[in-house]
């Protein structure tokens, strides 16, 4: 399978740029006293859908022919990728077909449903929700936009990173948060065209650690029983994903739950924003030491703002 490269991520720039936000890039300078470093977060929990994944899907679903798009677009998905590929979908006038686990949060159930998705519900393991997408492809002919391991939705992803280094120039250092590996691969490729002497670190939480055990093992190892509060990192690493990371990627680095509650707090009391706890794990990461900023300009992706309200963390880890 051939590898995405930068003119990719430029084409899709182009191909999407009408629909998608060109999201803000905020600083805090009380935030950057405390950790004496430079931090510029570029702001993907404002972009539509609330989180990044609509600009791989967008890139994806407006990539199709007309005659691959008349039957629609199908995915399995936890959430965002859900919404954003319902909505993406709905722009182009074609339908999705979309297949949650049982316990996705209320939040992300509502947005797909309201973005026109058509949901499929199942079990809470890899296997049901792969065994019934299969089926749903089959009986309707929709064509599978895979959440992160699909050459298009790597490149939509890389265009959030593009658009960080045009705005703010240059970077010691550019961090985003790691799941299945659509955001990190994509931001790999760009940062290394446009900022080659940054160093590019991913950041996951310790209890959905495989893209971290299979980044310093060198091979794919999957994820079996994750746990965290960041419900948008329990996936595992996809293959064409890994062969990126393997290739662009500088390191990997694991933060506690704590951490994460700790550094979602943070930006939510000192830049006055919504994040989801997947969107802090990379401050996370700088609060537990995990790298050394000091003194260093630092651009962090929030990765998305959808957040259930019923469950705040806040009054845990304290």
């Keep these: 399978m051939k590898l995405p490269e930068f003119a990719d991520i430029e084409q899709a720039h182009e191909r999407i740029r009408s629909y998608v936000h060109h999201t803000p ?27 990044f994944k609509f ?16 039957k629609g677009v199908c995915t399995h998905s936890s959430g965002n990728h859900a919404a954003a590929l ?16 049982n316990n996705a949060p209320t939040i992300k159930k509502q947005a797909v449903e309201g ?7 199942c079990e809470p393991t890899l296997e049901a929700r792969e065994t019934t997408l299969a089926r749903i492809a089959m009986e309707t002919g929709a064509i599978e936009i895979h959440p992160y391991n699909n050459f298009n939705v790597i ?11 045009e705005e703010k120039g240059l970077f ?9 590996g659509g955001l990190l691969s994509g931001t790999s490729i760009a940062t290394r065209a446009l900022n080659p002497k940054a160093l590019i670190i991913a ?3 310790e209890g959905a650690d495989d893209a971290y055990r299979s980044f310093h093992e060198k091979k794919l190892i999957p994820s079996i029983n994750p ?3 960041a419900d948008g990192l329990l996936t595992s690493v996809g293959e064409l994903n890994f062969r990126i990371i393997q290739r662009k990627t500088d390191e990997i680095v694991t933060v506690s739950e704590r951490g994460i509650v700790r550094a979602m707090r943070m930006i939510w009391e000192r830049m006055k924003i919504i994040v989801e706890p997947s969107s802090a794990v990379p401050l996370a990461a700088i609060l537990e030491n995990k790298l050394d900023v000091r003194g260093k300009k630092v651009g962090i992706i929030l990765s998305g703002g959808n957040v259930d309200l019923e469950k705040l963390p806040f009054h845990e880890f304290v």
């Design 115 to 121: 973005y026109g998705g058509q949901i499929t519900f």
């Design 25 to 51: 890039v905020l600083s805090s300078s009380t935030m950057n006293r405390i950790l004496n470093c430079e931090l510029h977060f570029k702001c993907e929990n404002l972009q539509k859908v609330g989180a």
């Design 172 to 180: 010691d250092v550019i961090m985003c948060p790691i799941g299945g």
């Design 227 to 229: 746990k965290t509060i």
């Design 155 to 165: 490149c939509g992803q890389g265009t959030a990173v593009k658009e960080l280094i």
């Design 203 to 205: 950041a996951e939480p």
């Design 86 to 101: 319902a909505l993406a979908a709905s722009i182009r006038g074609i339908p999705s077909y979309i297949v949650m686990p």
């Design 55 to 70: 600009r791989g899907a967008c890139n994806a679903v407006f990539s199709l022919s007309d005659e691959e798009a008349a």
